[in-house]
C-alpha cells in the first residue's frame, strides 16, 4: 500500500513535469517550479537515458530567464513562418482539431471534481498540457487517498494518451528546431514505457495517421473556419449536458 502510494506521487510528479513544458505561464515562479522538478527528476531518473536527457536539459535551460525556453516552445508550436507541431489527440487521431478525443476527455473530466480553468488555459480538454495536468491532478489525489480515480486514470492513459504520445514525441524528436523538448521526449518515452508496465496497457498497433483536407468535408475553404466548423461540431455532439 505504502509503496503504491510512494509510486502514484512520482507519477504525479512527473506529469506535472511534463505540464510545465506544455502549459506555459509569463509568471516566473512557474518557470522556477519547473526547474526545482527537474533537479527532483535528476536524483531519481528512470533510467540512463532518461538521467542524460534530464542533464542536457538542465544544461539548455537558463536558470534565471525562461527566455530560451518560451522562444522554442513557440517556434515548435505556434510560429506560422515553421512547421507546426500539433498539440491534441484529436488531430493525432482523427486528423482535425477539436474531435472525437476532445469528446472523450471532456466526458473523463466530468466524472471527476476538476475543471479546466477557462481564464488562463485556453487550449483543448484533449491537449497535451492539459491531459499531463489533469493525470498530475488524478495521479496525486490518488496518492492521498481518493482511490475512485484509478479507474479515470486507467481509461485517460489507455484510450487518449498512449495511442497518440508515440507519434506526437517522434514528431518533437525529428524536428530539427528541437533542442530542448527534443531532450524531452526521451525522458517523456521512458516515462510512457513505465507507465504501459504499471497500468498494464500494451502499446498501440501502428496506424496509418488520418490526415483529413479541407476539401474533404466543406470545399475550399481556409484552416480557420474548418477549425472553427470542427468546433462547431464537437460542441453538437457534446448534447445539451454541457
Avoid at 136 to 145: D, P
Wanted: with cysteine; charged share 30%; proline share 2%.
Amino acid at each position: 500500500m505504502e509503496n503504491n502510494q510512494t509510486i502514484h506521487k512520482a507519477r504525479a510528479l512527473y506529469y506535472n513535469f511534463f505540464a510545465n513544458f506544455f502549459v506555459l505561464s509569463p509568471k516566473m515562479e512557474n518557470y522556477f517550479e519547473l526547474l526545482r522538478l527537474l533537479n527532483i527528476l535528476k536524483d531519481s531518473a528512470l533510467d540512463d537515458s532518461s538521467q542524460s536527457a534530464l542533464n542536457n536539459i538542465s544544461n539548455l535551460l537558463d536558470k534565471d530567464s525562461n527566455t530560451a525556453l518560451v522562444q522554442e516552445f513557440d517556434d515548435l508550436f505556434y510560429n506560422p513562418t515553421n512547421k507546426k507541431i500539433r498539440l491534441t489527440a484529436s488531430f493525432y487521431n482523427d486528423g482535425v482539431e477539436s474531435g472525437k478525443k476532445r469528446v472523450e476527455m471532456l466526458d473523463f473530466v466530468a466524472k471527476t471534481k476538476l475543471r479546466r480553468d477557462e481564464k488562463n488555459f485556453y487550449e483543448y480538454e484533449d491537449s497535451v498540457g492539459f491531459i499531463f495536468s489533469f493525470m498530475a491532478e488524478l495521479s496525486n489525489l490518488i496518492a492521498n487517498g481518493e482511490k475512485i480515480y484509478e479507474n479515470t486514470v486507467h481509461c485517460v492513459f489507455a484510450e487518449i494518451l498512449n495511442g497518440f504520445v508515440d507519434d506526437f514525441a517522434k514528431e518533437i524528436y525529428e524536428y530539427d528546431k528541437a533542442k530542448i523538448y527534443k531532450e524531452l521526449m526521451v525522458v517523456l518515452h521512458s516515462f510512457i514505457e513505465f507507465e504501459r508496465l504499471f497500468l498494464e496497457v500494451p502499446k498501440p498497433l501502428k496506424k496509418d495517421r488520418i490526415v483529413k483536407k479541407a476539401e474533404d468535408n466543406w470545399g475550399n475553404i481556409s484552416e480557420e473556419e474548418r477549425n472553427r466548423r470542427e468546433k462547431n461540431r464537437a460542441l453538437k455532439a457534446l448534447g445539451p449536458k454541457y
